[in-house]
């Protein structure tokens, strides 16, 4: 099972819903930005893609990503996270429901 969050800046930058974890299609989800787009989405971390799907800039994690699915679940996402619109150090992750 999987959280939603939605991330969130001083600066207005609002996220589309983040579906993080694992859900029943295996695989798990980390949130990932590009400055350059200024957007943030979700990649599963077996892909490792590190470039941006639509402009091909380098992505980067707004976390860090779990050594093993166990610590994947103990994952706390407290700031600071860069904010891929204004670039401070300002972006939350606020939960907003869960997913499977």
């Not at 930058?13 to 400055?35: H, K």
């Not at 402009?55 to 707004?62: D, R, T, V």
């Not at 939350?92 to 997913?99: A, D, F, H, K, N």
């Amino acid at each position: 099972m999987g959280v939603m969050y939605q991330a969130q800046c001083s600066c207005g930058f609002t996220s589309d819903e983040l579906l993080i974890g694992a859900g029943l299609g295996g695989g798990y989800n980390i949130p990932v930005a590009c400055s350059t787009c200024h957007r943030v989405w979700v990649q599963d971390i077996k892909k490792g893609r590190k470039k941006c799907r639509k402009c091909k800039s380098p992505i980067y994690h707004l976390l860090q990503p779990p050594s093993s699915i166990v610590d994947a679940y103990a994952c706390d996402f407290a700031p600071p996270m860069t904010c891929p619109k204004c670039g401070k150090n300002e972006l939350t992750l606020e939960e907003c429901g869960m997913w499977d």
